[in-house]
């Protein structure tokens, strides 16, 4: 499968094509209206990026016709800058308001006759208290966005694309010492010239752009990044990370690596997981259950006598954002579909010893899983001299 990276904002067909397929399957729910609160959704269906705080956005998706974009009346001309939907924008003027004047008030306003409304999982109670008619928790925009389009493919490689050269860029300067902020600084930088470069029109509110590392006396907690003079060690096991969101689309790739040795201790988990991840490649195939790809590779783990060591599924859906569904995950019992993309990332935690994860983002073609990260993947690829 050879898939063209691309930049440039979607067209008005390419969301057009993304509403007609909520409406379709809003008849087939039998729901009058969607109510959609979620930022990443509405993001996907407009091309608006806005950041969550007290002044509501709220998005109403009629069953026919055109989405109506509640929003505080200072963001009209942002919102007019940025969507490339067809929306009609419902102003109001601030939060919090005199009765009749809320946001609450113009919301109301939209429905009738008892409607059937449809309501995101994470729908918060400001919003959801405020829907009239009988409310349906479904989420319709979350399952439609795990099938990618032509046009998203391509967003998704270039955002790999720009991933892995920053990931090249961490490892080839690694050295004992090196500090958080140092290569965070590296890293950003080369991302951020090649967004600018290729597209002066990057939306700040939809890049988000995170490369850090840790270091073998932290990696066994995977999400620990408390200390901002974290430095690389001597020796390993180093977990490097960059996941983004950039201009909109979603990339991660991650590597397990050594400054120097490879620690005696080291070396049997680091195959362990190597063949963790190779099993997870081979079944992530379309009409797989997710819930077995997880499932087996866990199996492995608990054989190869590292059951204590799982902390997490063996990977998360990539898309407008870097970390959404669906789920490799035992309990998602639901088949891989082409189209999908993922991380695959299983991973074991010794404390004590370190972190050993590998993370490479995929889409899923029609004979499996087609890499759109890059980067070494040996033990002796992953151990740089000092």
């Known amino acids: 499968m050879n898939i063209e990276p691309i930049f440039y904002p979607p067209s008005k067909s390419e969301i057009q094509n993304r509403l007609i397929r909520v409406q379709e399957q809003m008849q087939k729910e039998g729901l ?68 009749g004047r809320a946001w609450s008030d113009r919301f109301k306003e939209l429905f009738e006759n008892n409607p059937r409304i449809g309501v995101e999982s994470i729908c918060p109670l400001q919003i959801y208290s405020e829907i009239p008619g009988e409310r349906i928790r479904t989420d319709i925009i979350d399952d439609l966005r795990m099938i990618k389009s032509d046009y998203e493919k391509g967003r998704l490689a270039y955002a790999c694309q720009l991933a892995t050269e920053g990931h090249n860029l961490l490892l080839s300067s690694a050295y004992p010492g090196m500090n958080l902020m140092e290569m965070i600084g590296q890293v950003r930088e080369l991302i951020f010239t090649r967004l600018l470069t290729d597209s002066r029109e990057l939306n700040p509110f939809a890049t988000r ?34 996941n983004a969101v950039m201009n909109g689309y979603g990339a991660e790739v991650e590597r397990t690596f050594f400054l120097g040795k490879v620690p005696e201790n080291a070396k049997k988990p680091f195959e362990i997981m190597l063949e963790g991840r190779r099993i997870a490649f081979e079944m992530a195939k379309p009409g797989q259950l997710m819930s077995e790809v997880d499932r087996t590779v866990n199996d492995y783990f608990r054989k190869a006598g590292m059951g204590d060591y ?36 299983p991973g074991l935690y010794i404390e004590g010893v370190g972190g050993f994860r590998h993370s490479d983002t995929v889409l ?23």
């Open 32 to 99: 009058d209206h969607y109510v959609s609160f979620c930022p990443d959704n509405i993001f996907y269906l407009t091309n608006f990026a806005n950041a969550v705080h007290e002044r509501p956005f709220v998005l109403v998706i009629p069953q026919k016709g055109v989405p109506k974009f509640i929003v505080p009346q200072l963001e009209i001309p942002h919102v007019q800058s940025r969507a490339v939907s067809e929306i009609e924008l419902i102003p109001y003027f601030e939060f919090p308001a005199p009765a």
């Open 209 to 242: 752009i995170s490369a850090v590392f840790q270091p073998p006396s932290v990696s066994h907690d995977p999400h620990n990044f408390t200390n901002i003079d974290m430095r690389m060690e001597p020796g390993g096991p180093h977990v490097s990370i960059v």
């Open 310 to 345: 799982l902390l997490h599924r063996t990977g998360h859906g990539m898309g407008v954002t870097g970390h959404e569904a669906p789920f490799f995950a035992e309990g998602y019992d639901r088949p891989i579909q082409e189209g999908m993309c993922f991380t695959i990332e």
């Open 364 to 386: 899923i073609g029609s004979e499996g899983p087609v890499m759109l990260t890059d980067g070494p993947i040996e033990m002796a690829e992953l151990t740089f001299p000092i």
